[in-house]
């Protein structure tokens, strides 16, 4: 019933009325104007309900009155009465009629009960009534009635302090109850209150509504009371706790979050009041170090050491601010959150640290709240990293328990027990004896933590997902209750699961809603996380919060993974490090990802197992995380469980049950390894993460793999078909033992391995790659292993790719490539049973992918067959001979079951069987052959003709291996017939390949590049033939003369069957890339070949002396293969000149015969010199029949014949392409609509000369360089050309001539000069001398002497005949002649070669013989002499001034006489002087004038002059009629003189003739050499000489017939010198008399005197018959001058010198006459 109710109304009167008797009966007696008071009141409530309708109305109008006895009557401090006046109050309270003021006065009365100390339990009631039923009250009655509530607290009742204490509660919260209610009135109004202004006045809260206006300073004075501060409006306080103050606080902040929220003003009493107090009261807890000293624990007031109490409720207060005010209060939470880490610090009283951990799981089970931290703090540029602090200090937290300081001695501790007021350390004491007995006592099978000795027991603490906390609950405890041991262990493990649980489901859901946000939107908008740029992207908190937690997270759960003994406890463990690591993988996080599997992947392992993949990522951790406390705690946590795992206590075995024995997978092989329960219990889950997440496993997969190959090693499966694993027995060292548990445990392991692969096929295809990343670089890690040694490898990679292949091979095209290329590694590597795991997996997973039925099938997808049949090929490169045996057998069976549909993927096939290697053996190569036979005889014409080619290629590549001959051999037969299908399928084969170029050339075109075909421009099927020819032409510069031989021939033999089938351009490219850089390798090879002489060949083989050197063998070669190019030439000249560049073509061809011809080695320069001749007879086309025999034409002597004949079919082919066939051909040519061929003539004519110029250009060249002797620095020449090389080239030129001597020219006149006298000046070595060389006696010249006298003779004879302009080249022959002629004297020299004359060479002492020269020089002679009879007139001789040239030549051997190398010399040269000048001096003199005769007259006199008075003397051995002949000689040159030369004298110069007469003047007297002896002296004086020329000197003195002046004076000049001569012998002769004494002076002098005396008298004679007008004044002073000398040689005493004298002296009777007078003319 509502108190409203009329009904109640009315009751609500009567009680009044009842109320006011009662008090009035009770305060009859004694208090009367109590009684009188209730009796007006009774009146006054009746008027009131007479009077007005709204009866409460009016009663609350009118309350004071109404109240006002009941008032005294509470005055009278009566028990009954007060009591009855405060039920009355009461119930007018509950019917809401009391006023403003009568409240005001009733609470005035309360306050005096309460200081007597009256009915207190009943003023707490009425004071709760009155402020419960309305709200009346404010301000100061409010805080007065408050105040009373708190005065009543503490009072010494323990019932009132009770009772007013829950009042106080009440009341605190009806304040604010009622601002609630004001806010939600006002909630419409727009008027919001404007923002506190600073803060400065805080007691008139001016803005507030009154209401709000009461909590604000009810809250603002609680600060101040738990301050210890005085309260502004709480005035009349007396007494206040700080707990009690705590927890109404706490009571406020946790049930009206939004009022603090909502106004600013009571945030700002948070901010600047309730937390600097938190933080002020949190002091003396965190300086406190557990030991340092305290006073009483039971004081209130704050002292330096943590009050259980206070600290607690401090802890509540801080949870409610960061659960309902963390938004407001950043920066004061995160310092909160700092205290509460350092809460948990090892140093801090234990109570504190359960306290601590408590408040840390409460943050732990709010998700949502710690990603705001993240976001608020970590996320922050210069903030704590708040959150990562929390985990972290979880984790120290639980690491910190396990290593517990000075277990054993409780009184180690600084403090005495007795001081330690809460006694903690006696408590850790108590707890760590309780520790240690639980360790060494009896197993339990309590769940618990173990670790290096310290035992922790695992409790229940709290639901999972909810923190119920025991110790924060305790509000009546005042000493710090003692903590069970493990509880706080307990607790931070229920958090840190939470922790993990909390985060992973919230960022979870998140991502999930989003991907399915994603899929609906399907991205057709921005993402939404977009639209609020300043808030950081979900991403990346979800990314930021993982990255601060896992280090801690980590570390923690190792260590307890490491520890937990409980199967539970563990699993729990597992699965949060299996979601946190399922988590990073899906945020992509890579490293924790990592960190985390690597840590369940180390607990799967046996203990201290090294296992590197895992210890350098935990290395590697360390490393990455963040600076700061977090980096170091993370490492601490990997070197704790570092030496878990490194150091194995022996209670850490204790509670593990052993399960399996088993061997480590080592390099060294070493002792066994265990595993445990917990090992096998990892290893589930390890494959659990596998099998469901391995999606997000990325790299890890890595880590996954290669434990689980550990573990499957240590277990003992091995791998069997298809790569499952099978438990199998170990196949050495001590057998792997396994109990039963885990024997029926290994068929499930092996299934889930299997099954783990198998669902490979729902991977996609980035996590798919990734696993197979893995599994490769697992088997990379085994196959390092097994490396260098023979243990067993662990085939666990190898088996899982095959298997991982095999089930994905409906999209085996995006892993084929990574899967095979690394089982190719494996096949490569050098422990046989790898490698055969190796080939067994790729083989199987070729065939299988060649039968599986793919969609499309392979014959419409030619991509993915190649791709399949890739690997096959690519295990051509393995070395390993039983791998390429498995190749070959998959070959073998892909060819019987896939034979036929094989279509493009024979070009990978056949590369399969042609990949072979020097280096593999016999066997294998054999078994290849037989296949390729195989291939050969059945599937030829099956395959596409494009593979055609490359048959050719495997076969040349047989040809070329080096292990068995006679396949290499049989190989070049399979060419040939090969080369037959060709010939025989020619017109399919072509129509087929032309289809396919079309195809090609438009894809080329599509892609825009050229189209990659070798031998491109020609058409296919010629270039079929081209690849033919090409492998040929490999083969021909095989190392192996056999081979070389065989193909050259093959290859010869095919162009010349086969080429007519060939386009005319292809011509081109047969020359070029075929012929020509066959001949380029020929020459390369054969000019570096060694020049070691080959011992026999094996068994009882002879090698010939001609082929014992590799040098000789290629030499055979080289001469085979320049023979057959030169045939091609040769045969096939028209077809090759229609090319446009046969000109280039010739030059090529020129260039190789030139450098064989300069190569050093005999036979093949001579071979060379024939092709070159094989290719001068080449006849210009459809002429040959006009023109007469070249060589006959030349008239060349048929000696020169017979070289050109060259050996082997050569001439014969020549003729065999006849005019005919050459006409039919340019018909079909000109027939086939080209346009008319020029006319034969000019253009051909032209063509031809250019080529026979090149080639005369190559003679050159050849002969230059080979003639050219050796430079002067080197020791020994190098290699000297041999003479029927020299022979050779020079009969080339005859031949040559007659193509160029159209344009021939002085200039090349001029080389062909230098280079006949060059190749007459080579020596001969000297073991082939006595085959050239005739004996010295005869006077034979050797055939390159003839050839060279011949090619001289060639030209002369063509000038001869030739026009005009031709003639200017004589002089230039002559010049070569004469050279010729001077060897005759001085041999040439061939560079500074040494080389001894023939005549005194012993075979055996010189290398070198110089030839014998002076036959050809003669014979040189000989063609001077006739030439110049034939041209002395010619204008060029006279100009060119080759009689001077002949005489100057002449001189040498005139001037030597005796000292020439043979006399024939002298005398020939004699007879030519005489011969020549008989010719040629008519002509000079006709040519007088002219003056171009005038140097020749000086040469001439020389001439005379070195030969008539030579210096050399006559050998001993002249006989006497040897002597006279010579004389003889001497006589014919002073009659020539006489009759050719003074006759003339007026047509000579003066000077020329002065000298002859000196030179008769010098003969006139007589001179010899003083060798004779007495007894030939007369004979030998020459006497006949002198009067010959004493003769020929008077003939000129004194000539009648003085015709011209010039006559006179030469026969003055005569006697002149005669005088003078006459003087000279008769001084000396009386100077020898008067010295020789006694002695007789030598003959030869008598002689000479008496000479001279008869000249003078002979001279006396004449002077007289001569007319003296003729004579000069100056002859007779020099006759008159002899008279004295004359007397002197009185004295002499020889009889015959003085009779002589007498004769002289006679005649001057003459000049004795008087002396003429002086005086002429009258003067004196």
Same mark, same amino acid.
């Given at each position: 019933?509502?108190?409203?109710?009329?009904?109640?109304?009315?009751?609500?009167?009567?009680?009044?009325?009842?109320?006011?008797?009662?008090?009035?009966?009770?305060?009859?007696?004694?208090?009367?104007?109590?009684?009188?008071?209730?009796?007006?009141?009774?009146?006054?409530?009746?008027?009131?309900?007479?009077?007005?309708?709204?009866?409460?109305?009016?009663?609350?109008?009118?309350?004071?009155?109404?109240?006002?006895?009941?008032?005294?009557?509470?005055?009278?401090?009566?028990?009954?009465?007060?009591?009855?006046?405060?039920?009355?109050?009461?119930?007018?309270?509950?019917?809401?009629?009391?006023?403003?003021?009568?409240?005001?006065?009733?609470?005035?009365?309360?306050?005096?009960?309460?200081?007597?100390?009256?009915?207190?339990?009943?003023?707490?009631?009425?004071?709760?009534?009155?402020?419960?039923?309305?709200?009346?009250?404010?301000?100061?009655?409010?805080?007065?009635?408050?105040?009373?509530?708190?005065?009543?607290?503490?009072?010494?009742?323990?019932?009132?302090?009770?009772?007013?204490?829950?009042?106080?509660?009440?009341?605190?919260?009806?304040?604010?109850?009622?601002?609630?209610?004001?806010?939600?009135?006002?909630?419409?109004?727009?008027?919001?209150?404007?923002?506190?202004?600073?803060?400065?006045?805080?007691?008139?809260?001016?803005?507030?509504?009154?209401?709000?206006?009461?909590?604000?300073?009810?809250?603002?004075?609680?600060?101040?009371?738990?301050?210890?501060?005085?309260?502004?409006?709480?005035?009349?306080?007396?007494?206040?706790?700080?707990?009690?103050?705590?927890?109404?606080?706490?009571?406020?902040?946790?049930?009206?979050?939004?009022?603090?929220?909502?106004?600013?003003?009571?945030?700002?009493?948070?901010?600047?009041?309730?937390?600097?107090?938190?933080?002020?009261?949190?002091?003396?807890?965190?300086?406190?170090?557990?030991?340092?000293?305290?006073?009483?624990?039971?004081?209130?007031?704050?002292?330096?050491?943590?009050?259980?109490?206070?600290?607690?409720?401090?802890?509540?207060?801080?949870?409610?601010?960061?659960?309902?005010?963390?938004?407001?209060?950043?920066?004061?939470?995160?310092?909160?959150?700092?205290?509460?880490?350092?809460?948990?610090?090892?140093?801090?009283?234990?109570?504190?640290?359960?306290?601590?951990?408590?408040?840390?799981?409460?943050?732990?089970?709010?998700?949502?709240?710690?990603?705001?931290?993240?976001?608020?703090?970590?996320?922050?540029?210069?903030?704590?990293?708040?959150?990562?602090?929390?985990?972290?200090?979880?984790?120290?937290?639980?690491?910190?328990?396990?290593?517990?300081?000075?277990?054993?001695?409780?009184?180690?501790?600084?403090?005495?027990?007795?001081?330690?007021?809460?006694?903690?350390?006696?408590?850790?004491?108590?707890?760590?004896?309780?520790?240690?007995?639980?360790?060494?006592?009896?197993?339990?099978?309590?769940?618990?933590?173990?670790?290096?000795?310290?035992?922790?027991?695992?409790?229940?603490?709290?639901?999972?997902?909810?923190?119920?906390?025991?110790?924060?609950?305790?509000?009546?405890?005042?000493?710090?209750?003692?903590?069970?041991?493990?509880?706080?262990?307990?607790?931070?493990?229920?958090?840190?699961?939470?922790?993990?649980?909390?985060?992973?489901?919230?960022?979870?859901?998140?991502?999930?809603?989003?991907?399915?946000?994603?899929?609906?939107?399907?991205?057709?908008?921005?993402?939404?996380?977009?639209?609020?740029?300043?808030?950081?992207?979900?991403?990346?908190?979800?990314?930021?919060?993982?990255?601060?937690?896992?280090?801690?997270?980590?570390?923690?759960?190792?260590?307890?993974?490491?520890?937990?003994?409980?199967?539970?406890?563990?699993?729990?463990?597992?699965?949060?490090?299996?979601?946190?690591?399922?988590?990073?993988?899906?945020?992509?996080?890579?490293?924790?990802?990592?960190?985390?599997?690597?840590?369940?992947?180390?607990?799967?392992?046996?203990?201290?197992?090294?296992?590197?993949?895992?210890?350098?990522?935990?290395?590697?951790?360390?490393?990455?995380?963040?600076?700061?406390?977090?980096?170091?705690?993370?490492?601490?946590?990997?070197?704790?469980?570092?030496?878990?795992?490194?150091?194995?206590?022996?209670?850490?075995?204790?509670?593990?049950?052993?399960?399996?024995?088993?061997?480590?997978?080592?390099?060294?092989?070493?002792?066994?390894?265990?595993?445990?329960?917990?090992?096998?219990?990892?290893?589930?889950?390890?494959?659990?993460?596998?099998?469901?997440?391995? %999606? @997000?496993? /990325?790299? !890890?997969?890595? =880590?996954?793999? &290669?434990?689980?190959?550990? +573990?499957?090693? $240590?277990?003992?499966?091995?791998?069997?078909?298809?790569?499952?694993?099978?438990?199998?027995? %170990? @196949?050495? /060292?001590? !057998?792997?033992? =396994?109990?039963? &548990?885990?024997?029926?445990? +290994?068929?499930? $392991?092996?299934?889930?391995?299997?099954?783990?692969?198998?669902?490979?096929?729902?991977?996609?295809? @980035?996590?798919?790659?990734?696993?197979?990343?893995?599994?490769?670089?697992?088997?990379?890690?085994?196959?390092?292993?097994?490396?260098?040694?023979?243990?067993?490898?662990?085939?666990?990679?190898?088996?899982?790719?095959?298997?991982?292949?095999?089930?994905?091979?409906?999209?085996?095209?995006?892993?084929?490539?990574?899967?095979?290329?690394?089982?190719?590694?494996?096949?490569?590597?050098?422990?046989?049973?790898?490698?055969?795991?190796?080939?067994?997996?790729?083989?199987?997973?070729?065939?299988?992918?060649?039968?599986?039925?793919?969609?499309?099938?392979?014959?419409?997808?030619?991509?993915?067959?190649?791709?399949?049949?890739?690997?096959?090929?690519?295990?051509?490169?393995?070395?390993?001979?039983?791998?390429?045996?498995?190749?070959?057998?998959?070959?073998?069976?892909?060819?019987?079951?896939?034979?036929?549909?094989?279509?493009?993927?024979?070009?990978?096939?056949?590369?399969?069987?042609?990949?072979?290697?020097?280096?593999?053996?016999?066997?294998?190569?054999?078994?290849?052959?037989?296949?390729?036979?195989?291939?050969?005889?059945?599937?030829?014409?099956?395959?596409?003709?494009?593979?055609?080619?490359?048959?050719?290629?495997?076969?040349?590549?047989?040809?070329?291996?080096?292990?068995?001959?006679?396949?290499?051999?049989?190989?070049?037969?399979?060419?040939?017939?090969?080369?037959?299908?060709?010939?025989?399928?020619?017109?399919?084969?072509?129509?087929?390949?032309?289809?396919?170029?079309?195809?090609?050339?438009?894809?080329?075109?599509?892609?825009?590049?050229?189209?990659?075909?070798?031998?491109?421009?020609?058409?296919?099927?010629?270039?079929?033939?081209?690849?033919?020819?090409?492998?040929?032409?490999?083969?021909?510069?095989?190392?192996?003369?056999?081979?070389?031989?065989?193909?050259?021939?093959?290859?010869?033999?095919?162009?010349?069957?086969?080429?007519?089938?060939?386009?005319?351009?292809?011509?081109?490219?047969?020359?070029?890339?075929?012929?020509?850089?066959?001949?380029?390798?020929?020459?390369?090879?054969?000019?570096?070949?060694?020049?070691?002489?080959?011992?026999?060949?094996?068994?009882?083989?002879?090698?010939?002396?001609?082929?014992?050197?590799?040098?000789?063998?290629?030499?055979?070669?080289?001469?085979?293969?320049?023979?057959?190019?030169?045939?091609?030439?040769?045969?096939?000249?028209?077809?090759?000149?229609?090319?446009?560049?046969?000109?280039?073509?010739?030059?090529?061809?020129?260039?190789?015969?030139?450098?064989?011809?300069?190569?050093?080695?005999?036979?093949?320069?001579?071979?060379?010199?024939?092709?070159?001749?094989?290719?001068?007879?080449?006849?210009?086309?459809?002429?040959?029949?006009?023109?007469?025999?070249?060589?006959?034409?030349?008239?060349?002597?048929?000696?020169?014949?017979?070289?050109?004949?060259?050996?082997?079919?050569?001439?014969?082919?020549?003729?065999?392409?006849?005019?005919?066939?050459?006409?039919?051909?340019?018909?079909?040519?000109?027939?086939?609509?080209?346009?008319?061929?020029?006319?034969?003539?000019?253009?051909?004519?032209?063509?031809?000369?250019?080529?026979?110029?090149?080639?005369?250009?190559?003679?050159?060249?050849?002969?230059?360089?080979?003639?050219?002797?050796?430079?002067?620095?080197?020791?020994?020449?190098?290699?000297?050309?041999?003479?029927?090389?020299?022979?050779?080239?020079?009969?080339?030129?005859?031949?040559?001539?007659?193509?160029?001597?159209?344009?021939?020219?002085?200039?090349?006149?001029?080389?062909?000069?230098?280079?006949?006298?060059?190749?007459?000046?080579?020596?001969?070595?000297?073991?082939?001398?006595?085959?050239?060389?005739?004996?010295?006696?005869?006077?034979?010249?050797?055939?390159?002497?003839?050839?060279?006298?011949?090619?001289?003779?060639?030209?002369?004879?063509?000038?001869?005949?030739?026009?005009?302009?031709?003639?200017?080249?004589?002089?230039?022959?002559?010049?070569?002649?004469?050279?010729?002629?001077?060897?005759?004297?001085?041999?040439?020299?061939?560079?500074?070669?040494?080389?001894?004359?023939?005549?005194?060479?012993?075979?055996?002492?010189?290398?070198?013989?110089?030839?014998?020269?002076?036959?050809?020089?003669?014979?040189?002679?000989?063609?001077?002499?006739?030439?110049?009879?034939?041209?002395?007139?010619?204008?060029?001789?006279?100009?060119?001034?080759?009689?001077?040239?002949?005489?100057?030549?002449?001189?040498?051997?005139?001037?030597?006489?005796?000292?020439?190398?043979?006399?024939?010399?002298?005398?020939?040269?004699?007879?030519?002087?005489?011969?020549?000048?008989?010719?040629?001096?008519?002509?000079?003199?006709?040519?007088?004038?002219?003056?171009?005769?005038?140097?020749?007259?000086?040469?001439?006199?020389?001439?005379?002059?070195?030969?008539?008075?030579?210096?050399?003397?006559?050998?001993?051995?002249?006989?006497?009629?040897?002597?006279?002949?010579?004389?003889?000689?001497?006589?014919?040159?002073?009659?020539?003189?006489?009759?050719?030369?003074?006759?003339?004298?007026?047509?000579?110069?003066?000077?020329?003739?002065?000298?002859?007469?000196?030179?008769?003047?010098?003969?006139?007297?007589?001179?010899?050499?003083?060798?004779?002896?007495?007894?030939?002296?007369?004979?030998?004086?020459?006497?006949?000489?002198?009067?010959?020329?004493?003769?020929?000197?008077?003939?000129?003195?004194?000539?009648?017939?003085?015709?011209?002046?010039?006559?006179?004076?030469?026969?003055?000049?005569?006697?002149?010198?005669?005088?003078?001569?006459?003087?000279?012998?008769?001084?000396?002769?009386?100077?020898?008399?008067?010295?020789?004494?006694?002695?007789?002076?030598?003959?030869?002098?008598?002689?000479?005197?008496?000479?001279?005396?008869?000249?003078?008298?002979?001279?006396?004679?004449?002077?007289?018959?001569?007319?003296?007008?003729?004579?000069?004044?100056?002859?007779?002073?020099?006759?008159?001058?002899?008279?004295?000398?004359?007397?002197?040689?009185?004295?002499?005493?020889?009889?015959?010198?003085?009779?002589?004298?007498?004769?002289?002296?006679?005649?001057?009777?003459?000049?004795?006459?008087?002396?003429?007078?002086?005086?002429?003319?009258?003067?004196?």
């Amino acid at each position: 019933m509502s108190t409203s109710s009329p009904e109640a109304v009315k009751k609500l009167l009567e009680n009044m009325q009842t109320d006011l008797r009662s008090l009035s009966m009770e305060c009859k007696k004694k208090f009367p104007p109590v009684k009188e008071a209730a009796e007006s009141g009774i009146v006054k409530i009746k008027t009131i309900a007479a009077r007005n309708t709204d009866i409460l109305a009016a009663l609350k109008e009118n309350s004071s009155e109404v109240v006002q006895p009941f008032l005294m009557g509470c005055g009278t401090k009566e028990p009954k009465i007060t009591q009855l006046c405060l039920a009355a109050i009461q119930r007018l309270m509950t019917h809401e009629v009391v006023s403003e003021a009568a409240a005001g006065n009733i609470i005035n009365m309360l306050w005096q009960l309460m200081e007597n100390g009256l009915e207190e339990l009943k003023l707490l009631q009425t004071v709760l009534v009155l402020l419960t039923t309305n709200t009346v009250v404010h301000d100061e009655v409010l805080s007065k009635a408050i105040v009373l509530c708190f005065r009543l607290h503490f009072t010494k009742d323990t019932i009132t302090n009770n009772t007013a204490a829950a009042t106080v509660r009440q009341v605190v919260t009806v304040v604010f109850e009622r601002m609630v209610a004001e806010d939600d009135r006002f909630k419409g109004m727009a008027d919001e209150p404007p923002p506190v202004q600073g803060n400065s006045n805080r007691r008139s809260v001016s803005t507030l509504r009154p209401s709000a206006k009461d909590a604000y300073m009810l809250f603002q004075d609680l600060c101040q009371l738990v301050n210890a501060d005085a309260p502004y409006w709480l005035v009349g306080m007396t007494e206040m706790t700080r707990t009690f103050g705590l927890e109404l606080l706490e009571s406020v902040l946790n049930d009206f979050p939004g009022v603090f929220l909502q106004h600013q003003e009571f945030s700002f009493l948070l901010k600047e009041r309730v937390c600097p107090l938190v933080i002020k009261l949190f002091s003396p807890n965190i300086k406190f170090r557990q030991g340092s000293s305290g006073g009483s624990s039971a004081s209130p007031a704050p002292v330096e050491k943590p009050y259980f109490p206070i600290c607690m409720r401090l802890l509540r207060v801080v949870s409610v601010l960061i659960k309902h005010f963390y938004s407001l209060l950043v920066t004061e939470c995160e310092i909160f959150l700092s205290l509460l880490v350092k809460f948990l610090d090892g140093e801090k009283p234990q109570w504190l640290r359960a306290v601590a951990v408590e408040s840390v799981h409460r943050l732990c089970v709010q998700p949502h709240l710690l990603r705001s931290f993240c976001q608020s703090y970590d996320m922050k540029q210069h903030s704590t990293k708040v959150f990562r602090d929390i985990v972290n200090a979880l984790g120290s937290f639980i690491q910190s328990l396990f290593i517990v300081p000075n277990a054993g001695n409780p009184a180690s501790t600084n403090t005495p027990v007795g001081q330690c007021g809460s006694g903690s350390a006696a408590q850790t004491a108590a707890q760590s004896g309780q520790g240690l007995a639980g360790a060494s006592g009896v197993l339990t099978t309590q769940a618990a933590f173990e670790y290096r000795g310290t035992w922790i027991p695992l409790m229940t603490v709290s639901v999972q997902g909810s923190a119920k906390a025991t110790y924060l609950e305790m509000l009546d405890k005042v000493e710090p209750p003692s903590i069970p041991e493990g509880y706080a262990m307990s607790v931070a493990f229920s958090a840190l699961l939470d922790l993990v649980r909390g985060i992973t489901s919230m960022i979870e859901k998140e991502l999930a809603k989003e991907e399915e946000e994603a899929a609906t939107r399907d991205g057709s908008e921005a993402p939404a996380s977009q639209e609020n740029p300043q808030e950081p992207l979900a991403h990346q908190v979800w990314e930021e919060m993982v990255n601060a937690c896992w280090c801690g997270l980590l570390a923690a759960l190792s260590l307890l993974l490491d520890a937990s003994t409980d199967e539970t406890a563990t699993e729990n463990i597992l699965k949060a490090e299996l979601t946190m690591a399922t988590l990073c993988g899906r945020l992509a996080l890579v490293t924790p990802r990592d960190a985390f599997i690597t840590a369940i992947c180390k607990a799967s392992l046996p203990p201290h197992y090294a296992l590197t993949v895992l210890s350098s990522h935990a290395g590697n951790l360390s490393n990455k995380s963040e600076p700061g406390p977090s980096r170091s705690l993370c490492t601490l946590a990997y070197s704790i469980q570092g030496q878990s795992v490194q150091i194995i206590s022996p209670s850490s075995e204790s509670h593990q049950q052993v399960v399996a024995v088993g061997q480590p997978l080592t390099v060294q092989p070493q002792g066994t390894v265990v595993l445990t329960a917990k090992n096998i219990q990892c290893m589930r889950t390890l494959l659990n993460l596998a099998h469901c997440h391995g %999606a @997000v496993l /990325g790299t !890890s997969w890595q =880590l996954v793999l &290669a434990t689980l190959q550990h +573990l499957v090693w $240590i277990l003992g499966l091995k791998p069997g078909v298809g790569g499952v694993l099978k438990p199998g027995r %170990a @196949v050495e /060292g001590p !057998s792997t033992v =396994l109990t039963t &548990a885990v024997m029926t445990d +290994l068929p499930v $392991i092996s299934n889930i391995l299997s099954r783990l692969f198998e669902s490979s096929q729902y991977l996609d295809d @980035v996590s798919l790659h990734h696993l197979i990343n893995a599994l490769c670089s697992l088997s990379m890690e085994a196959m390092e292993m097994a490396f260098g040694n023979n243990k067993e490898p662990s085939l666990f990679a190898v088996a899982k790719l095959l298997e991982t292949g095999l089930v994905n091979m409906d999209r085996i095209e995006i892993l084929w490539r990574p899967l095979t290329a690394h089982l190719l590694e494996v096949c490569q590597h050098p422990n046989a049973r790898m490698r055969e795991w190796g080939a067994e997996a790729v083989t199987s997973l070729i065939k299988a992918g060649l039968s599986y039925k793919h969609e499309p099938p392979l014959s419409q997808n030619q991509r993915l067959q190649l791709l399949l049949l890739n690997p096959l090929k690519e295990l051509s490169n393995v070395l390993h001979a039983d791998i390429r045996q498995k190749q070959l057998e998959c070959v073998l069976q892909i060819l019987q079951s896939q034979g036929d549909s094989l279509g493009p993927g024979w070009p990978l096939v056949l590369g399969v069987i042609g990949a072979i290697r020097n280096d593999q053996g016999e066997s294998l190569i054999r078994t290849a052959f037989q296949c390729l036979q195989l291939v050969v005889t059945d599937f030829l014409p099956t395959m596409p003709c494009t593979c055609l080619q490359i048959v050719v290629d495997v076969a040349g590549s047989f040809g070329l291996q080096n292990q068995e001959l006679n396949i290499s051999l049989t190989s070049i037969g399979l060419l040939w017939n090969i080369s037959d299908y060709f010939f025989q399928r020619g017109e399919t084969i072509t129509d087929e390949l032309e289809r396919e170029e079309v195809m090609l050339e438009k894809q080329a075109k599509e892609k825009g590049e050229p189209l990659n075909r070798p031998f491109h421009p020609a058409p296919p099927f010629d270039c079929l033939w081209l690849c033919l020819y090409a492998k040929l032409g490999e083969m021909c510069v095989d190392p192996r003369p056999a081979v070389r031989k065989s193909a050259g021939q093959t290859l010869f033999s095919t162009i010349a069957a086969h080429g007519t089938l060939l386009q005319q351009p292809t011509w081109h490219i047969v020359v070029w890339k075929v012929l020509f850089h066959l001949l380029d390798r020929v020459r390369k090879s054969s000019t570096s070949a060694d020049k070691e002489k080959i011992e026999s060949g094996g068994g009882n083989i002879l090698i010939h002396h001609s082929r014992d050197t590799a040098e000789k063998q290629w030499a055979e070669t080289w001469v085979l293969t320049l023979a057959g190019v030169a045939r091609i030439f040769n045969t096939r000249r028209y077809p090759l000149q229609q090319l446009g560049d046969f000109f280039k073509a010739w030059e090529v061809l020129l260039d190789h015969i030139q450098s064989a011809a300069l190569s050093k080695n005999n036979e093949v320069s001579l071979a060379a010199l024939k092709s070159f001749q094989e290719i001068l007879q080449i006849v210009t086309p459809v002429k040959d029949t006009e023109k007469p025999e070249p060589l006959a034409a030349m008239c060349v002597p048929p000696v020169l014949v017979d070289p050109l004949a060259i050996p082997g079919p050569g001439r014969p082919l020549l003729r065999s392409d006849s005019l005919a066939e050459r006409l039919a051909q340019r018909y079909m040519n000109s027939a086939q609509a080209q346009p008319p061929l020029p006319p034969p003539g000019g253009a051909e004519e032209l063509d031809d000369s250019a080529l026979w110029w090149s080639a005369w250009n190559t003679w050159y060249r050849t002969g230059t360089e080979c003639t050219r002797p050796p430079p002067p620095g080197a020791d020994k020449p190098s290699f000297i050309p041999s003479q029927p090389f020299l022979t050779a080239l020079v009969q080339i030129f005859p031949a040559l001539y007659q193509h160029v001597k159209s344009g021939f020219s002085m200039e090349d006149l001029r080389k062909l000069g230098v280079i006949l006298h060059g190749a007459v000046s080579v020596p001969i070595s000297s073991d082939a001398s006595p085959f050239i060389l005739p004996s010295y006696t005869e006077a034979v010249l050797t055939s390159l002497q003839e050839a060279v006298l011949t090619a001289l003779d060639v030209l002369q004879k063509a000038i001869c005949v030739g026009p005009e302009t031709l003639q200017v080249m004589y002089p230039a022959i002559f010049e070569q002649l004469l050279l010729f002629v001077e060897f005759s004297c001085k041999p040439p020299q061939y560079g500074k070669v040494e080389t001894k004359h023939v005549a005194n060479a012993k075979y055996n002492q010189a290398e070198w013989v110089a030839l014998n020269y002076v036959p050809f020089a003669e014979r040189s002679l000989e063609v001077v002499v006739d030439l110049y009879h034939k041209t002395a007139c010619h204008k060029a001789v006279i100009n060119e001034k080759v009689l001077q040239n002949i005489i100057k030549t002449l001189r040498m051997p005139l001037g030597l006489k005796y000292a020439c190398p043979a006399e024939s010399t002298w005398k020939l040269a004699v007879s030519s002087l005489l011969k020549v000048l008989s010719i040629g001096l008519p002509v000079a003199r006709q040519h007088a004038s002219s003056g171009k005769f005038d140097t020749m007259w000086p040469e001439l006199a020389g001439a005379f002059e070195d030969f008539l008075f030579t210096k050399s003397t006559p050998p001993d051995n002249l006989s006497i009629q040897e002597f006279q002949k010579n004389e003889a000689v001497d006589v014919e040159v002073v009659q020539l003189i006489s009759t050719e030369i003074l006759p003339f004298a007026n047509f000579i110069p003066k000077d020329f003739v002065a000298q002859i007469m000196a030179m008769l003047n010098r003969g006139s007297i007589h001179s010899q050499s003083s060798s004779f002896t007495e007894a030939e002296i007369d004979i030998r004086m020459r006497e006949d000489f002198s009067k010959v020329c004493f003769e020929t000197l008077l003939q000129f003195s004194f000539s009648n017939k003085v015709s011209t002046p010039q006559e006179g004076y030469i026969s003055r000049m005569a006697l002149s010198v005669l005088l003078q001569r006459a003087q000279d012998v008769l001084r000396r002769y009386v100077d020898d008399e008067r010295l020789s004494g006694r002695c007789p002076l030598p003959r030869q002098q008598v002689t000479e005197i008496i000479f001279v005396l008869k000249a003078v008298s002979t001279l006396m004679d004449s002077l007289k018959k001569t007319q003296p007008e003729n004579v000069d004044g100056n002859t007779w002073a020099q006759v008159i001058a002899l008279y004295p000398t004359l007397v002197e040689c009185i004295t002499c005493s020889s009889s015959e010198v003085s009779s002589a004298l007498k004769e002289a002296l006679g005649p001057f009777k003459d000049f004795m006459q008087p002396p003429v007078s002086k005086v002429q003319n009258g003067e004196s």
